[in-house]
């Protein structure tokens, strides 16, 4: 098992900046592919940047392309989600998630956060 837990949502103003942060525990943390989803209210769940265990490979949604960073750091069991120039549309309840294998924006997690959320204000 790998627990999940998010921090760092909160309230922040159109063009602002935030960054999310996800600590593991349970399983070794550097096997595993990491991600980002979010759910905006009455969506379905969106795949939004994914990163594998060496950091190497980055997946990005398009709308957040240019804007946010998918990094994480395996000696402290964590990974982070840099979000600038953030807009309204990216209001949502964000999601960490990890997998045991690669392109989970395709395939569905093994495991999830209960996620935090992020209010973008115009």
């Known amino acids: 098992q790998v627990q999940l837990v998010e921090s760092g949502g909160g309230l922040v103003q159109a063009g602002g900046s935030l960054r999310l942060s996800c600590a593991a525990s349970?399983?070794?943390?550097?096997?595993?592919?990491m991600a980002w989803f979010r759910q905006a209210p009455g969506m379905e769940r969106e795949f939004v940047a994914e990163i594998s265990w060496s950091g190497d490979i980055r997946r990005y949604e398009d709308s957040v392309k240019g804007r946010f960073t998918i990094a994480r750091d395996n000696a402290k069991n964590a990974v982070y989600l840099q979000m600038n120039s953030l807009k309204p549309e990216d209001t949502a309840v964000y999601y960490c998630?990890?997998?045991?294998?690669?392109?989970?924006?395709?395939?569905?997690?093994?495991?999830w956060g209960q996620g935090t959320q992020v209010t973008v204000s115009s």
């Open positions: 998630a990890a997998g045991a294998h690669a392109r989970l924006g395709s395939a569905p997690p093994d495991y």
């Open positions: 349970g399983r070794p943390f550097g096997y595993y592919f």
